[in-house]
């Protein structure tokens, strides 16, 4: 007697498969549902999809790449365009700390806390345009630093190093921890109104 190796399973086999993968799919759309709808949720998928479609919207017919970087990035691409603009790739950018522009300059930065200038952002959207230098760096690494913001007149400059200016600025910047650099907006003006 030949035994057959395509021998299929009995049709209840089959139909209990069937069962069990229609239940896994009814739970998983149940849970994935409950997920959607839960208040937080459903204000951030509204708001992120109504974003992309107004935005979408707005700029149809533009074509211009920094028009579209523009509207898409804000704050981000003024200011890493302007050190794109103004630092050669052998120049070291210094980021100043978060507290010394939210202290000096917060009426501008109080809707972002200054989110452009996480180091994090900057690296992704300078990529290798020009070095980035954190506070947090040994000082014969700051020494190496050409550019940075600085703040007059509650406005934020692209300022570039000079013998004459170099000590005033790291002594101000010293001033401020460097390590805390992640300010959201609440928190921002929280330091903001907490003036020593």
Not at 5 to 22: A, G, H, I, N
Not at 69 to 91: A, F, H, M, S
Not at 99 to 107: D, E, G, K, S, T
Request: hydrophobic residues 35%; aromatic residues 16%; charged residues 20%.
């Amino acid at each position: 007697m030949a035994i057959s190796s395509d021998q299929s399973p009995p049709p209840t086999d089959r139909r209990r498969f069937w069962t069990v993968q229609f239940i896994y799919l009814g739970v998983s759309c149940g849970l994935l549902s409950l997920l959607i709808w839960l208040p937080g949720n459903q204000g951030w998928l509204s708001e992120t999809v109504g974003w992309f479609y107004e935005q979408h919207e707005k700029l149809n017919k533009q074509t211009d790449v920094s028009a579209r970087r523009q509207e898409g990035y804000g704050d981000v691409y003024t200011y890493t365009e302007l050190i794109r603009q103004r630092c050669k790739p052998n120049d070291y950018f210094l980021i100043p700390p978060q507290q010394y522009l939210i202290r000096n300059a917060y009426q501008q930065g109080k809707s972002t806390g200054y989110s452009w200038l996480y180091p994090s952002v900057l690296y992704y959207h300078l990529g290798k345009s020009v070095h980035l230098l954190e506070m947090t760096a040994p000082d014969s690494v700051l020494q190496r630093a050409t550019h940075t913001f600085w703040v007059y007149d509650n406005k934020v400059f692209l300022l570039t190093f000079r013998d004459h200016n170099r000590p005033l600025v790291m002594g101000e910047f010293r001033k401020y921890d460097p390590h805390f650099f992640a300010y959201t907006p609440e928190q921002a003006q929280a330091y903001y109104n907490a003036r020593p």
